[in-house]
C-alpha cells in the first residue's frame, strides 16, 4: 500500500510539473507529425502503384492489339513490377526513400533496368525522412535527457533535498520511482499516435506488440543512463553536458566513424558501375560476330541450340540473345554488389550493438519491411519475373512458333511478395 501511496505522490507531483508537461505535450506532437508524415507516405506510394498497375494494364493492351509478331511485342511491352509498402512502413520507411521499389521492365538486358531509379527528393536523401523511427531513435533521447538530467540538482536548488532523501526512506528508490513515473509518461506519449496509426493502418497486432516493446526497451536505456548520471554529485549543467555529450558520441561520431571504416574494409561497386558494364556490352554485341554471341548463349540455354537461323540481316533470337549474354557478362559484378552490401549490413548490425539510435532504427526497418534484406528480396523477385518472362518468349523465338494472340494469356504476371 506504502509503494502505491509512494507511485500515486509522483504522479500528483508530476502533474504540477509544467516542465515536464511541455516536453510531453512537445514528444505527443511531433510523435503524431511522425506517424502522420509516415501514412501520408504510405498512402502516396499506394496510390501511386494503383495507378501505375491500371496505366500497365492499358498500355500492355494497347500494344498486344498493336503488334501481331512475338518479336515486336517482347521489345514495346512494358511490365509492371512493385514493392508494396508494409502495413507498419509508416513507422520506419527506410530503404524505401533511397532504394526503387517499382520498375517498368522490357525483354531487354535486366541488370541495367534493376539499377535504374527514379529521382527522389533531393532533400530527403540528404538529411532522411522524419518518421516515428528517426523521431525516436535520435529526438527521444534528447528529451528524456531534459526530463531526467536535474532530478536531483533541482531539488538541491530549491533546498528540498536533504528533507526529500531523509523523509523518502529509502533514497535511491525515491528517485527511481521519479524517473520511472516522467519517463512512463513520455512513453505513453510516444507510443500512443504509433498504436493508433496502427490500428488505422490495420497493422499486424503481433508487429505493433513487438515494436512497442523494442521502443520500451529503448526508452529505459535513456532513462536508466539519465537517472545514473544524474546521481553524480555534481551541478545540473555538468550533468547535462555529460549527458547529451554520450548521445552525441553514440548517434552521431560512433556511427559515422564506423559507417566509414564498414564503407573502406568491405568496397562495393556501384549499380552505375554495373548499368555502364552492361549497356557496353549490348552495344559492343552489334559488331560481334553472330555465331560468337549465339555460342555464349547457347552455353547457358542448350535447350535452344538446335532452333533454325534465319539468313537475314536482322532476327529476333540473335537480338535477345545478346540482351541476355550482356546480363551474364555483368554477373560477377552484380554478385559483388549484392553480396558486398549483405556483408556491410552484417557488420553493421553487430556494431549497431554499440550505437543504440542505429540499432532502434534497424530493428523498426525490419519489422516494417524496409531493410536491406527487403530490398533485395524485391531484386531477386523482379530478376525471376523477368526469368519467367524470357521463358514465355524463348519458346516462342527459338522455335519459331507463329503468333497467336491467344497464348497470351499464358504470358507471366508479376507476384506480389
Known amino acids: 500500500m506504502s509503494n502505491l501511496n509512494a507511485l500515486m505522490r509522483e504522479v500528483i ?30 498512402e502516396r506510394q499506394n496510390v501511386t502503384i494503383q495507378k501505375l498497375v491500371d496505366a500497365d494494364k492499358k498500355e500492355l493492351l494497347v500494344e498486344q492489339n498493336k503488334f501481331e509478331h512475338w518479336g515486336y511485342l517482347a521489345y514495346y511491352s512494358f511490365h509492371l ?7 507498419f512502413a509508416y513507422a520506419a ?3 524505401r526513400d533511397s532504394q526503387p521499389w517499382k520498375h517498368r521492365i522490357r525483354m531487354l538486358a535486366l541488370e541495367g533496368q534493376i539499377y ?30 531534459m526530463i531526467l538530467y536535474d532530478l536531483r540538482s533541482s531539488e538541491q536548488t530549491a533546498g528540498r533535498y536533504a528533507l526529500l532523501e531523509a523523509t523518502a526512506g529509502k533514497a535511491s528508490s525515491f528517485w527511481a520511482l521519479r524517473a520511472f513515473v516522467r519517463s512512463g509518461a513520455l512513453f505513453l506519449s510516444l507510443i500512443f499516435p504509433l498504436i493508433i496509426a496502427g490500428i488505422i493502418s490495420g497493422t499486424n497486432p503481433i508487429t505493433l506488440l513487438l515494436a512497442t516493446f523494442v521502443v520500451l526497451v529503448y526508452v529505459t536505456f ?24 554520450f548521445w552525441v558520441m553514440t548517434a552521431v561520431i560512433l556511427p559515422a566513424a564506423l559507417r566509414i571504416t564498414i564503407d573502406k574494409v ?6 552505375a558501375d554495373i548499368l555502364m558494364l552492361q549497356r557496353e556490352a549490348v552495344n559492343d554485341a ?67 550493438l554499440l550505437t543504440p539510435p542505429a540499432l532502434l532504427e534497424r530493428s523498426l526497418q525490419s519489422l516494417a519491411k524496409t531493410d536491406l534484406n527487403s530490398s533485395m528480396d524485391y531484386e531477386e523477385s523482379v530478376r525471376a519475373y523477368h526469368a519467367s518472362l524470357r521463358a514465355f518468349y524463348y519458346s516462342k523465338f527459338f522455335r519459331n512458333e507463329p503468333f497467336d494472340k491467344s497464348l497470351l494469356k ?4 508479376f507476384i506480389v511478395h
Open 13 to 42: 507531483f508530476t502533474t504540477r510539473d509544467w516542465t515536464v508537461w511541455f516536453w510531453l505535450i512537445i514528444v505527443l506532437s511531433l510523435s503524431a507529425v511522425s506517424v502522420w508524415s509516415g501514412l501520408a507516405e504510405v
Open 222 to 245: 535513456w532513462s536508466l543512463i539519465s537517472v545514473y548520471i544524474s546521481a553524480w554529485r555534481k551541478p545540473g549543467s555538468v550533468i547535462l553536458m555529460t549527458l547529451v555529450a
Open 81 to 87: 513490377t512493385y514493392d508494396a509498402p508494409s502495413d
Open 410 to 413: 499464358n504470358l507471366p504476371k
Open 286 to 352: 552489334w559488331d560481334l560476330p553472330r555465331e560468337v554471341t549465339m555460342k555464349a548463349f547457347f552455353e547457358r540455354h542448350p535447350q535452344w541450340s538446335d532452333y533454325e537461323p534465319v539468313e537475314d540481316s536482322f532476327e529476333w533470337q540473335w537480338y535477345y540473345a545478346f540482351q541476355q549474354v550482356g546480363d551474364q557478362q555483368t554477373e560477377d559484378l552484380s554478385t559483388a554488389y549484392g553480396d558486398g552490401r549483405l556483408q556491410r549490413d552484417y557488420i553493421a548490425s553487430w556494431i549497431s
Open 116 to 145: 535504374e531509379r527514379d529521382v527522389g527528393n533531393p532533400s530527403v536523401a540528404l538529411i532522411g525522412r522524419f518518421d516515428f523511427a528517426f523521431f525516436t531513435a535520435f529526438i527521444i533521447p534528447i528529451i528524456i535527457i
Open 266 to 271: 568491405v568496397p562495393v561497386p556501384s549499380g
Open 93 to 95: 520507411m527506410g530503404l
